[in-house]
């Protein structure tokens, strides 16, 4: 019975195989048909053994062809291989080094050690005795301000400097006419005494001239009333060396009439008048002028040094001489509008209390 059954399996076995084979043939041969009638390009040219086909149609209803198949070359395919693994070469990152910032180290400022003020001694300082008041004679106010001037030298006084009143009603002075050197240019220069003028238009005067013209000396004597021109004093012949003296006094308040006194005390020449003139009577000058010359200041004549002496005032009720009243020094400047440019014409010395006077000193000519 189980010998049966084997050769029964075994016949079993051997159709199954029978049938998977002829099924795979059969695929196989219909696969490849396919492949023919589809895709021609991979075949070879087809050659048929039959020979060309009647036009007859009976005979064509039971034609069978014959098919003729070459098989395909067994053409070997070549493997695509993969392209190589590439391992990335990893570049060694070099090493950064760091940057090492320098350390600062802050020293402290040491805070100055201030010593101890010292306790003062018992070292006494000497206590001054106050300057005692003097019970002389005051210090005359000579030269209370100074001031420049274009045209002016010496001194003039007032009441008050500052408010000055009219009050004055006499000038008069002594001086010696100075010897003038030639100049090769036309010089001139004028001594006088007058009152008014310093404050205002107003201005009596009388005095000498002591010029340089066309290369001769000349000297005369003058007196003027503001603004009239000077006149000339033809009665007194004036030489170099002469002394001079000269006053002006009010002798009529109410008429305004002043009294005009010159005489050459070396030649014994004289002058007077009496004028009325309506002064401001505001000040008494002493003064050494360049004067105008056709409209304008002339040069200065070189007198070397001119000496003026008994120079009094009356101021309201007092008289007395430049040292007693408010004063003003004059000195002369070829300019007051630019400092950088002027140049001193003259230089005024104090005024002397014994001598009752000063001195004027020639310095350049303009």
């Avoid at 200065?300 to 101021?315: K, R």
């Avoid at 004063?327 to 300019?335: F, K, P, R, T, V």
Wanted: proline share 10%; with cysteine.
């Amino acid at each position: 019975m189980r010998k049966i059954e084997s050769t029964a399996n075994v016949y079993l076995a051997a159709a199954l195989i029978t049938v998977v084979v002829v099924a795979f043939v059969a695929a196989y041969v219909i696969i490849r048909t396919e492949m023919h009638v589809t895709y021609p390009k991979f075949l070879p040219s087809v050659a048929s053994t039959q020979a060309p086909i009647a036009s007859d149609s009976s005979e064509s209803e039971n034609f069978t062809p014959s098919l003729t198949t070459t098989p395909l070359p067994q053409t070997s395919v070549p493997l695509i291989s993969p392209p190589p693994t590439v391992t990335p070469s990893l570049v060694p990152t070099p090493a950064l080094t760091p940057l090492l910032l320098p350390t600062i180290t802050l020293i402290p400022t040491p805070i100055p050690t201030i010593p101890p003020t010292p306790t003062p001694t018992s070292t006494l300082i000497p206590t001054l005795p106050p300057s005692p008041t003097p019970t002389s004679t005051p210090t005359p106010p000579s030269t209370q301000t100074v001031t420049k001037s274009e045209n002016w030298a010496g001194y003039a006084v007032a009441s008050d400097l500052q408010n000055p009143q009219p009050t004055v009603t006499g000038v008069s002075a002594s001086w010696t006419v100075p010897s003038v050197a030639p100049n090769s240019t036309d010089a001139f220069s004028a001594i006088w005494i007058g009152v008014g003028g310093k404050f205002d238009r107003t201005l009596i005067q009388c005095g000498t001239e002591q010029d340089s013209v066309g290369g001769q000396i000349h000297y005369s004597a003058w007196y003027e009333l503001l603004p009239k021109n000077s006149k000339t004093i033809s009665t007194i012949n004036v030489s170099a060396g002469d002394e001079i003296k000269a006053s002006i006094q009010l002798s009529n308040q109410t008429a305004d009439e002043w009294s005009i006194n010159i005489t050459d005390l070396t030649s014994g020449q004289s002058f007077q008048i009496t004028v009325t003139y309506a002064s401001s009577q505001l000040s008494a000058e002493w003064i050494v002028e360049r004067p105008t010359v056709n409209r304008a200041l002339s040069p200065l004549a070189n007198f070397g040094t001119i000496s003026l002496s008994n120079c009094t005032a009356t101021v309201g009720s007092a008289t007395g001489g430049i040292g007693s009243l408010p004063a003003n020094e004059i000195i002369m400047y070829s300019s007051i509008a630019s400092s950088n440019s002027t140049v001193q014409l003259t230089n005024v010395s104090g005024f002397s209390v014994d001598e009752g006077g000063f001195a004027v000193d020639y310095l350049a000519s303009n």
